[in-house]
């Protein structure tokens, strides 16, 4: 277990500048996500943290060594690849102990971790097939538990659940937190997911195009967005993002709709930012238009038409409307968030 | 009251012809489809073979047709030094080429598996000795080897490494390992091409594991690419072993089997003996006593090597 550090990392291909000088400072046992869209280099910034790639510029510490120029192997690190990297020719238990092996670990000390590692992951009865004979989430067992028999420091997720069905990504997203939690080791994982770093991670890094946007607890995300992109990145559905700018004694979105705003609210605010699920029916709200009603079981969401502008909604109750049919709803004032013209969170 | 039937029309179902329904009968359809490929195989290869097997039980010449021996043409052969002596060197010119063409294929591949700039251009030149006809490879070695204008020969003598020319092909055995080297000079981009495209199947994230559970590269070559790379590698072994075994055009154009018969492989003797030799009957022989090595080569190296449990997938039983 240990601290993780990145200090201003740079990464360069050619010309193309992949990550603009990042800070992450990651707690020991902390489980950190770095989500962000495709390209925004997240799995960069992991794998430099592996070693698998070089570091242009700053820094990279693992339990308060510098390690830029050490190899991958004498990082104290384990990985477990997008698509488990198991080696097809050897059986589970040959996956597991190939680290051991390499560094010539006496064979009942072998025998002993990779039975210890299968008992976690529930792979007792797995450990003398190939790969090729296991399902998806078995793979991906196989490669976590390739990464437990070493004892890391630090375990790195490079978007482990992709390759997954959707029921199976749900079991493994709860399985992998409550072993990170077990082993208490610190953990970094990479995802472009943001349900998945909602529900997995105890700090979350949001990146976009190279830089990192907002670091912080899931909630604290979810509660105080810092920007437009976190805003709209962070929550599903996605929170309704309304240009406009503050003026009749409200919010005047470019598509003509007047919506209030919380007292003593910043006349700069060029976006009115309210989640759908913060938006409440209302017999004295802003009067809208149902575009289309769906239905989910434990919510309602509407979307609706107000002026020219389009607004999600996401309700508790039960909304009978048909599209056409006129609804009010009203913001939770105290839950709107205003940003400026720069994009940025207003106080 | 007057009912009013509408006319009943029923479709007369028309009976087929005796022709669609000769088409429609999946025997006659199964031979028809079949008997052109089957007269082609028949024609090109499988009577060509059996001649040449016939041929080998009789003593025909050329120009007088013969008669059934049996074994005769063997039992002659078994006694006969350069019968045996070509068997010997075709062995060794096929096990030491093979050896040669492997280890620097393989060591070709893995280069030029490497980022390397120019990459294509390099695999392109690469595959250069494959592309040129034998047969001009062959003369070009030929002068290469020739006694008296050897390049080899003048650029050691002008560097003072040796004192008169090298003899590279008049005795017995520098003529061997001249043959042997210019074979692999030939067989090399084969291998090397092959062998790299087996290298591109092996997914990157495999030796990145690797890496991170810390495999030093030769490890890496020796848990990942060499297992990885086995299935390939006994496919390209088989034909190469086959084509290799086989070889005819650089032996007969730069040697043509000797000096003194000691560089015939069993291909240039069957055909030293049967065609000018005109004893139609001993040279069949010879090329039939090849058959049964090519099919232990072929044997060994595909169920030796090819097929692996981790390949198949499904149970493990």
Known sequence: ?347 | MSATTAPVWTKTRQQPGALARLFDNKAFLIIVCLAPAVGLLMTFLTYPLGLGIWLAFTDTTIGRPGIWVGIENFEFLMEDPIFLNSVFYSVFYTAVATFGKFGLGLWLALLLNQHLPMKSLLRAIILLPWIVPTVLSAIAFWWIYDPQFSIISYLSMKMGLTEGPIDFINTAWPARWSLIFANIWRGIPFVAISLLAGLQTISPSLYEAALLDGATPWQRFRHITFPMLMPILAIVMTFSIIFTFTDFQLVYAITRGGPVNSTHLMATLAFQRGIPGGQLGEGAAIAVAMIPFLVFATLFSYFGLARRKWQQGESND
């Open chain 1, 1 to 347: 277990m240990a601290t993780v550090s990145v200090r201003q990392a740079k990464k360069v291909f050619g010309s193309t500048k992949i990550l603009h000088g990042v800070d992450v400072e990651i707690a020991d046992g902390e489980f950190v996500v770095l989500v962000g869209p495709s390209g925004c280099g997240k799995s960069t910034l992991l794998r430099m943290i592996a070693g698998l790639e070089n570091i242009s510029g700053g820094e990279i510490a693992i339990g308060g060594r510098v390690v830029n120029n050490v190899p991958p192997k004498d990082r104290d690190i384990a990985m477990v690849f997008q698509n488990y990297a198991l080696y097809p020719h050897m059986t589970v238990r040959e996956n597991m102990a190939f680290s051991m092996k390499l560094a010539k670990a006496p064979a009942d000390v072998m025998e002993e971790e990779v039975k210890r590692a299968a008992k976690i992951l529930g792979l007792d009865a797995l450990l003398d097939r190939y790969p090729r004979q296991l399902s998806g989430g078995q793979r991906q067992r196989v490669a976590m538990g390739r990464a437990i028999v070493r004892h890391p420091q630090v375990f790195l997720f490079d978007e482990p659940l992709s390759n997954l069905d959707a029921k199976l990504r749900v079991q493994m997203r709860s399985e992998i937190k409550e072993l990170q939690q077990r082993l208490a080791t610190t953990t970094i994982y990479v995802t472009h997911d943001q349900i998945e770093a909602m529900t997995m991670a105890d700090q979350i890094v949001v990146m976009n195009g190279g830089r990192i946007e907002q670091a912080g607890a899931p909630l604290a995300l979810y509660d105080r967005p810092a920007n437009l992109f976190v805003a709209g990145f962070i929550g599903s559905p996605a929170m309704n993002l309304l240009p406009g700018r503050v003026a009749d004694g409200g919010f005047r979105t470019d598509g003509g709709a007047l919506l209030p705003l919380p007292p003593g609210a910043n006349a700069q605010a060029a976006t009115y930012g309210i989640r759908p699920e913060h938006l409440m029916l209302a017999d004295d709200g802003v009067e809208g238009t149902i575009v289309l009603v769906e239905p989910t079981g434990s919510e309602t969401q509407v979307t609706l038409r107000i002026g020219e502008t389009q607004i999600i909604g996401a309700f508790r109750e039960r909304v009978q409307g048909r599209p056409g049919d006129l609804l009010r709803v009203a913001p939770d004032l105290s839950l709107v968030h205003l940003f400026g013209p720069d994009g940025n969170r207003l106080p």
